[in-house]
């Protein structure tokens, strides 16, 4: 469920964005080349790869599974309450972009989510490029622009100025933590963010 942040929850988002970009990543590229992240019970890591191995962040763990063999390996600078609010946002956010992508047509060649370790970001791609309509919907836990995590919609065309798309000062849009976690009923918040900006591309 998500709730108000941990007092060390920018310290931990930056350390486990730290073992994404430089340890799970590259233990998955080096052997097929592909490194796009999942969101886990409890954290995040790769998808099985290569001779059945797997390396995930679970809870203030990391840990390795090879062959049938699990490893384990305490991760330190992070507060487990912090890691545990990341894992809540991951978790939310990729259920509400399964959802956005379970009711796009084929037509607008929906993405699955993925956690891109270089931005520590879910995100999903939906609508028609060649409409101009197609754009990046994604949850961040924070940057450096942002000490809290956000959602966000980035079109791939720039858009026209106005209410939906400059709010931020980019052609896109931005829905705060805070004002997600005011709201009556979280995830129909965070969807009807999505829908909103996605229908304006579609009929922009």
Same mark, same amino acid.
């Given at each position: 469920?998500?709730? @108000?942040?941990?007092? /060390?929850?920018?310290?931990?988002?930056?350390?486990? %964005?730290?073992?994404?970009?430089?340890? @799970?990543?590259?233990?998955?590229?080096?052997?097929?080349?592909?490194?796009?992240?999942? $969101?886990?019970?409890?954290?995040?890591?790769?998808?099985?790869?290569?001779?059945?191995?797997?390396? %995930?962040?679970?809870?203030?763990? +990391? $840990?390795?599974?090879?062959?049938?063999?699990?490893?384990?390996?305490?991760?330190?600078?992070?507060?487990?309450?912090?890691? #545990?609010?990341?894992?809540?946002?991951? =978790?939310?956010?990729?259920? $509400?972009?399964?959802?956005?992508?379970?009711?796009?047509?084929?037509?607008?060649?929906?993405?699955?989510?993925? @956690?891109?370790? #270089? %931005?520590?970001?879910? !995100?999903?791609?939906? /609508?028609?490029?060649?409409?101009?309509?197609? !754009?990046?919907?994604?949850?961040?836990?924070?940057?450096?622009? %942002?000490?809290?995590?956000?959602?966000?919609?980035?079109?791939?065309?720039?858009?026209?100025?106005?209410? +939906?798309?400059?709010?931020?000062?980019?052609?896109?849009?931005?829905?705060?933590?805070?004002?997600?976690?005011?709201?009556?009923?979280?995830? #129909?918040?965070? @969807?009807?963010?999505?829908?909103?900006?996605?229908? =304006?591309?579609?009929?922009?």
């Amino acid at each position: 469920m998500l709730d @108000l942040l941990p007092e /060390g929850f920018v310290q931990t988002r930056e350390e486990l %964005h730290r073992i994404a970009e430089e340890t @799970l990543k590259p233990a998955r590229e080096a052997v097929n080349g592909r490194f796009g992240l999942r $969101v886990l019970p409890g954290g995040f890591g790769t998808p099985p790869f290569g001779d059945v191995m797997q390396v %995930h962040v679970e809870g203030t763990d +990391l $840990v390795t599974r090879e062959s049938g063999d699990v490893r384990r390996e305490p991760i330190e600078g992070i507060d487990p309450d912090a890691a #545990e609010a990341l894992a809540e946002w991951f =978790a939310f956010a990729a259920g $509400v972009l399964e959802e956005l992508v379970a009711e796009a047509g084929t037509e607008s060649e929906p993405s699955l989510p993925q @956690l891109w370790p #270089e %931005h520590f970001d879910v !995100a999903v791609e939906l /609508g028609s490029d060649d409409a101009g309509a197609r !754009a990046g919907y994604g949850a961040s836990p924070g940057d450096e622009a %942002h000490s809290d995590p956000y959602l966000y919609v980035t079109p791939w065309t720039a858009r026209p100025t106005g209410e +939906l798309w400059n709010a931020s000062g980019f052609p896109g849009a931005e829905l705060p933590y805070a004002e997600l976690i005011a709201a009556a009923d979280r995830r #129909e918040t965070a @969807l009807a963010f999505f829908r909103a900006r996605r229908d =304006a591309l579609n009929t922009g």
